[in-house]
């Protein structure tokens, strides 16, 4: 198995000869750098690491097939360990599926509950949309993943399952934004939260298709915004036609 080689960084204050190295610290070093700081890199060195593997994973599945890729040789293509491997993603099951979808940020959430003079499906979707352009998807990873997830019925059932917890989370959030209305039951409210939910899925199911397509060029965020856009017309026409039905003589 092939491994990783760190090389020493030399500098006019470094010196390193073999594997000993001998350093010298000049008066003029710059300070060393704060906790948060280390924090972030490491953070942006793991998320580096991480989609690495993703797509050397991905990639070995789509060319040799999901049941004949082992995590050994994902972790040989990839460089890391199998300890690292482990660390990251638990299983040959996780890596290919990806990090279960993560919810908005608190504040995000509280904005969409206390939002009450909106429309609860757009103010629902531009809650989504503004966590997906935080988020930053890969384009070319996620279209490689939904192609492999596709072609197994085993990897599709386990991703249902992962939407579907996600889901229940969303309608408990949708749900705490209803329950201003008093005169509604607990039923009642769940009723509608999941139809705001299964709604706000085909939005997102139609957008990620034109996402995937090579032609797309725009960002997620104008692009949630066109397809809700479009279901208001809709919505808004069928009204208009309910209220005002042709006659018929």
Not at 45 to 53: D, E, N, P
Not at 215 to 242: K, P, Q
């Amino acid at each position: 198995m092939h491994r990783l080689h760190k090389s020493a960084v030399c500098s006019d204050v470094r010196f390193c000869t073999g594997t000993r190295k001998v350093t010298f610290l000049a008066d003029s070093s710059p300070a060393a750098p704060s906790v948060s700081t280390e924090s972030s890199l490491r953070e942006r060195k793991r998320a580096a690491s991480q989609a690495t593997i993703e797509k050397v994973a991905i990639t070995l599945a789509l060319e040799h097939g999901y049941e004949n890729v082992t995590v050994d040789m994902i972790c040989e293509a990839s460089l890391v360990s199998p300890r690292t491997f482990f660390n990251y993603f638990g299983s040959k099951e996780g890596v290919i599926l990806g990090t279960p979808p993560s919810l908005p940020s608190k504040d995000a959430i509280e904005r969409f509950v206390n939002g009450h003079d909106g429309e609860i499906l757009g103010d629902f979707m531009t809650m989504f949309a503004e966590m997906l352009a935080n988020q930053q998807p890969d384009r070319e990873l996620q279209r490689a993943r939904h192609k492999l997830i596709s072609r197994s019925a085993e990897l599709t059932e386990r991703r249902t399952i992962m939407i579907s917890r996600l889901e229940d989370q969303y309608v408990e959030i949708v749900m705490d934004r209803l329950r201003a209305r008093a005169d509604a039951s607990e039923s009642d409210l769940e009723n509608e939260a999941r139809m705001v939910i299964a709604l706000a899925t085909g939005v997102t199911r139609y957008a990620s298709r034109i996402w995937f397509s090579a032609d797309f060029t725009g960002s997620v965020s104008d692009l949630l915004a066109s397809a809700i856009n479009l279901v208001r017309r809709i919505v808004g026409d069928t009204a208009s036609r309910s209220a005002h039905p042709k006659s018929t003589t």
